[in-house]
């Protein structure tokens, strides 16, 4: 996650210049320190009352076999609280299908874990943000990918735009620290700039935007990924945007996530468009924010209880915590996958094995690798960095490192 | 909802799971190194060599649902045993995360 508002437009007058330790940060804020812990994404539910294209749970309506029980979830909790977890991400599916969310979420609270949701907003009541709020809920990402029309042919369902925006409204009310999940592709992209005004108006002021990995269904429309140019477009239209937003004073939160290339153009950003001094500290910063999160700052434990890589890598299960606790699963570098990923520089190939970034991307997604080339540590396709910039040398023609 | 209905179709890609075992050396045990999700049995295969075939690791796959797991985490006693107890906030302050 890469906090673009932070680093464009965080300096304040202190010559410390930016800061990261925001108590309010959900997923792998930037901190100064290396963050020691995963922060676990818990998928608590494969049941959805929506059916979202780029799903990468797969969710659907019928109850899966094998969902944890309440007594199984508590024990679960335990289990990441003695592992010291920071944050515990309820997701699914649609986690406000479970009934027992609320109990839940007061349990991983009690048990000192922050609590986060990302939910569809759809089923969420004045009655039920007010219940999640008194319960402990840090932090609710609603997830809107476009315009009223645009969306709900997204989410499969006609009215999902206006339900999720009452949803976002009910949290809000309540005082309940609300923001938008956006998933960037070819088809959406166009909507970005529109949604984000529209929900600044309505009070949100915390926007996330997802690159498209490709797990789930993700994996069925990695052909409505956004090619280079327009990814690059995409991204420098957000971070325009965003120092626009503040410039006319309004504060508002702009986060990046899933595509560690924008913290290498976010550098270039700095360096053409600020000046050379803060793009350093730029720099300096995401050096310790390390990049890909993937097996390491980032976990993901589904439905049934089985723990994987990140949220999009459902393919591949690490163990199950059924079997074995969290922490004896995501400690056991025996697993020569675990642990190659955790030293994933001395694997890269292609592009990212030169490039001058890898510092702050460390390859990107290998999950978008694997599935585009068959190949875990090959280049990552989303990456829109030209030769220059990835530091190839001036004479290298577009692709010839890849 | 008819059968044409989206929402019906069959989760994700039809997907079954294969428990993934490799060793690096004859001398060695067979390890267990997670599971793979694959509608078919030569794309597990595929997924598994992709992820632990380099060198000469021998793999052996199976299918998940055909184990006889004993034994194990048994989370619903531990959730069991902390239900009704005020051993949660004890816990938080146990292990230094602060509650914001
Ligand atoms: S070339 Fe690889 S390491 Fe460099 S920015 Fe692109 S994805 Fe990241």
């Known amino acids: 996650m890469i906090s673009i508002s932070k680093l464009l437009c965080g300096q304040g007058a202190e010559g410390d210049g930016l800061r990261y330790d925001d108590p309010d940060a959900d997923i792998d804020q930037i901190r100064e320190e290396k963050q020691k812990r995963p922060v676990v994404v818990w998928n608590t539910t494969r049941r959805c009352n929506l059916y979202c294209e780029h799903c990468y749970a797969g969710a659907d309506l019928d109850p899966a076999q094998g969902e944890l ?70 932090y609710a990402g609603v997830s809107v990918d476009g315009l009223e029309e ?89 971070f325009d945007m965003t120092r626009e937003y503040h410039a006319e004073g309004e504060e508002i939160e702009t986060l990046l996530v899933g595509n560690y290339a924008d913290s290498a153009y976010v550098v270039e950003y700095a360096r053409d468009e600020l000046d050379a ?39 591949y299960s690490l163990g199950n915590v059924r079997d074995r606790p969290f922490g004896d699963i995501w400690d056991d570098e025996s697993n020569p996958l675990l642990a190659k990923l955790r030293e994933r520089e001395e694997h890269l190939t292609g592009k990212c094995a030169s490039c001058q970034y890898q510092d702050v991307c460390r390859g990107s997604s290998r999950l978008r690798s694997l599935a585009a080339t068959g190949e875990l540590f090959g280049p990552d396709p989303q990456c829109y960095l030209t030769p220059e910039e990835r530091g190839a040398g001036a004479d290298a023609s577009p692709g010839a490192a890849d | 909802m008819d059968d044409d209905d989206p929402r ?21 045990p067979m390890r267990h190194v997670g599971s793979v999700s694959a509608p078919a049995e030569d794309l597990a295969t595929e997924q598994a060599r992709t992820l632990f075939g380099d060198g000469d690791a021998d793999l052996w796959l199976a299918p998940a649902d055909e184990f006889l797991r004993l034994g194990g985490n048994d989370l619903a006693a531990k959730g069991d045993a902390a239900d009704g107890e005020t051993a949660g906030a004890a816990r938080g302050a146990e292990n230094g995360v602060s509650v914001e």
């Open chain 1, 69 to 138: 029980s309440t007594a199984e979830a508590k024990g679960l909790i335990d289990d990441l609280a003695a592992y010291d977890v920071p944050v515990l991400l309820f997701s699914g599916g649609e986690p406000l299908v479970r009934e027992d969310l609320v109990e839940l979420v007061d349990y991983a609270t009690d048990a000192g874990i922050r609590a986060v949701l990302s939910t569809n907003g759809t089923l969420i009541t004045e009655e039920k943000a007010r219940a999640l709020r008194d319960a402990g809920l840090s």
């Open chain 2, 8 to 28: 019906r179709r069959p989760r994700i890609d039809g997907s079954r799971q294969w428990e993934v075992f490799s060793r690096d050396a004859s001398a060695e």
């Open chain 1, 277 to 315: 001094e803060h793009a350093e500290r730029i720099h300096r910063y995401l050096r310790v924010n390390g990049g890909d999160p993937t097996g390491e700052r980032v976990a993901d434990v589904d439905y049934r209880g089985d723990v994987h890589l990140t949220q999009f890598w459902q393919g």
């Open chain 1, 150 to 238: 645009r969306n709900d042919r997204f989410r499969g369902k006609d009215g999902a735009f206006d339900a999720a925006v009452r949803g976002i409204e009910n949290c809000l009310s309540v005082g309940l620290k609300t923001g938008l999940r956006y998933t960037i592709t070819e088809h959406n992209a166009a909507d970005m700039e529109d949604v984000v005004d529209l929900l600044y108006d309505v009070g949100v002021d915390r926007f996330c935007f997802y690159h498209l990995d490709y797990g789930g269904r993700g994996g069925d429309i990695a052909d409505a990924d956004l090619d280079d140019e327009a990814q690059r477009r995409a991204v420098r239209r957000l």
